[in-house]
């Protein structure tokens, strides 16, 4: 049996799970999030468990059955504490800048850079325009809309400049050497 897969879900207080064949429900107080699972994959719901079970022991189940317990653990977690990806922005006039619900990016072009959150994303700037925040309920999401934030500018090899995730170690290069003689 899957050892991800295995594990029990436990649903906190304020977070509802519905299920309507293959498609599950959950709602809580940050959103609502909503996944068709794979039709071998039976999903019980025993008071504030969930358990996820598989028919057999084939190569696909057991793929299917860590990935959907993964999943469904997930969306729990994301409707009842959410989810956040850091970004650092480091270069001499980079900075960010919230305009409504936008995020306005100053990095070294000739005109800023906007970026339209999806439906559920929230942008927070913080520090002076140096540090910002991706937050949603759906994981997913806003490992996509920090990519996507990072690729606007990707931390160079030689000065560190540009967009990089918060923790994320950039390998620096030395750059060329002065030259000798003459």
Same mark, same amino acid.
């Given at each position: ?6 594990l029990?879900?436990?649903v906190?207080?304020?977070? !509802?799970?519905?299920?309507k064949?293959?498609?599950?429900t ?6 609502? +999030?909503s ?8 999903v019980?719901l025993d ?23 993964? +999943? +469904? ?8 504490e959410?989810?956040?990806?850091? +970004? ?10 919230e305009?409504g ?6 990095v ?13 994303? !929230?942008?927070?700037?913080e520090r ?16 996509e ?11 160079e ?11 994320e ?6 750059g060329?050497a002065?030259r000798?003689?003459?």
């Open positions: 049996m899957s050892r991800i897969g295995r029990p879900i436990s906190p207080q304020g977070v !509802t799970v519905q299920q064949g293959s498609q599950v959950v709602k809580g107080p940050k959103g609502e +999030l996944q068709a699972f794979h039709a071998n994959m039976s019980a008071g504030n468990v969930l358990t996820v079970s598989r028919p057999n022991d084939s190569r696909e189940n057991r793929a299917l059955h860590g990935l959907t317990r993964a +999943l +469904l653990a997930n969306m729990v977690t994301g409707v009842s959410g989810f956040s990806k850091r +970004l650092v922005i480091e270069g001499v006039g980079y900075r960010a800048a305009d619900r936008d995020l306005v990016l100053q070294g072009y000739s005109h800023p850079v906007r970026i339209v959150p999806p439906e559920g994303i !929230t942008f927070e700037v002076g325009g140096q540090r910002l925040s991706v937050i949603g309920c759906d994981k997913q999401v806003v490992g809309v920090a990519a996507k934030i990072r690729r606007v500018r990707k931390p090899p030689y000065k560190g400049k540009g967009i990089r995730y918060d923790g170690i950039i390998r620096r290069k030395a060329k002065g000798i003689g003459g």
